[in-house]
T-cell receptor
Framework: DAGVIQSPRHEVTEMGQEVTLRCKPISGHNSLFWYRQTMMRGLELLIYFNNNVPIDDSGMPEDRFSAKMPNASFSTLKIQPSEPRDSAVYFC???????????FGQGTRLTVV | DAKTTQPPSMDCAEGRAANLPCNHSTISGNEYVYWYRQIHSQGPQYIIHGLKNNETNEMASLIITEDRKSSTLILPHATLRDTAVYYCIVRSDGGSNYKLTFGKGTLLTVNP
């Protein structure tokens, strides 16, 4: 298995533009998580899905952020409009079920200028 | 989930055992201790987890005290590639309400 695949690996965009980050989970994994990492705040859980349904989005910073999981093999995290303070590394992680560990992707480094 | 306390940084000589402590004095009976690590610029990587018994796998050993209020992750023969931030996480398992909440972790530097 190729693991959790995130795209793009790097994204540079101008303030005000829409940004879409993508995640392909490991096949068969039914839980998916989006994290954001910055030097100041560390690793923060933004939202997680179970069986494609959002379970907890309390970590989503504001309405500019939205996440979807239309099917078991794909998820997106969208920021619209983007702001410089959104600059961070965004990680997607997936988990196969109860009593199993989470596997993280390599992350998307987002820079908003 | 119970909170954890870890030293911000530690050093270890290459080839020696690295012992990373974690305090989780408010842990409850159904909460597991998980360890992850994050090598620079990569996503976090699972290492090991346990409930009350000591655990060992190909990467590390996990020693949990009898009262479960603290634990130690042991890397028996640290290498330069083990330099990373190590996170100790306490959480309940089971069900769909799954969260992994990361603290600041311990930056382990393995020196040649």
């Amino acid at each position: 298995d190729a693991g959790v695949i995130q795209s793009p690996r790097h994204e540079v965009t101008e303030m005000g533009q829409e940004v879409t980050l993508r995640c392909k989970p490991i096949s068969g994994h039914n839980s998916l998580f989006w994290y954001r990492q910055t030097m100041m705040r560390g690793l923060e859980l933004l939202i997680y899905f179970n069986n494609n349904v959002p379970i907890d989005d309390s970590g989503m910073p504001e309405d500019r952020f939205s996440a979807k999981m239309p099917n078991a093999s794909f998820s997106t995290l969208k920021i619209q409009p983007s702001e410089p303070r959104d600059s961070a590394v965004y990680f997607c992680a997936t988990r196969g079920g109860v009593f199993t560990e989470a596997f993280f992707g390599q992350g998307t480094r987002l820079t908003v200028v | 989930d119970a909170k954890t306390t870890q030293p911000p940084s530690m050093d270890c000589a290459e080839g020696r055992a690295a012992n990373l402590p974690c305090n989780h004095s408010t842990i409850s009976g159904n909460e597991y201790v998980y360890w992850y690590r994050q090598i620079h610029s990569q996503g976090p990587q699972y290492i090991i987890h346990g409930l009350k018994n000591n655990e060992t796998n190909e990467m590390a050993s996990l020693i949990i005290t009898e009262d479960r209020k603290s634990s130690t992750l042991i890397l028996p023969h640290a290498t330069l590639r083990d330099t990373a931030v190590y996170y100790c996480i306490v959480r309940s398992d089971g069900g769909s309400n799954y969260k992994l909440t990361f603290g600041k972790g311990t930056l382990l530097t393995v020196n040649p």
